[in-house]
């Protein structure tokens, strides 16, 4: 999944949506203001087009992302949590123009696929945990 709004030296990011019965890390804070990620649902094959993501999102829109840090030496280690609510912005969705703005502003391969039509994921930020140092190094 690739976000629009990320730590550039980020190596990997896991979004962990929490399940129907409610179990995964996703136990975010139900605030108001934050960050707002947003990642395609893009026309690259899939095995299904009923996603598995679009419907844990859809059964309970609690979500973790987790923004690693990885080095070799182990303490070097760090990684940052956002926890948060995801939504489905259907291309009717007012906000669903500017997610894909960001989108294709951010990744040049997405100026090739027809995202006009397509789901986004929605997430937005209530509160962070982190590990580690994450400043530059």
């Not at 999102?57 to 995801?86: C, F, H, I, K, M």
Request: net charge neutral; charged share 30%; proline share 5%.
């Amino acid at each position: 999944m690739c976000f629009a709004v990320l730590e550039p030296a980020a190596r990997a990011v896991r979004p962990e949506p929490t399940n129907a019965s409610g179990t995964g890390n996703g136990t975010p804070d139900d605030g108001t203001g934050g960050i707002r990620l947003v990642s395609a649902i893009d026309e690259k094959p899939k095995s299904t087009a009923d996603l598995q993501r679009v419907r844990n999102v859809r059964a309970n829109p609690r979500v973790t992302v987790l923004v690693d840090r990885y080095r070799e030496d182990w303490s070097r280690l760090a990684w940052l949590q956002g926890r948060g609510w995801a939504r489905i912005l259907e291309s009717d969705a007012s906000s669903h123009a500017d997610a894909v703005s960001a989108l294709e502003a951010k990744y040049d391969q997405y100026g090739r696929h027809e995202l006009g039509d397509r789901p986004i994921v929605s997430i937005a930020i209530r509160r962070t945990v982190s590990w580690g140092t994450l400043a530059d190094e």
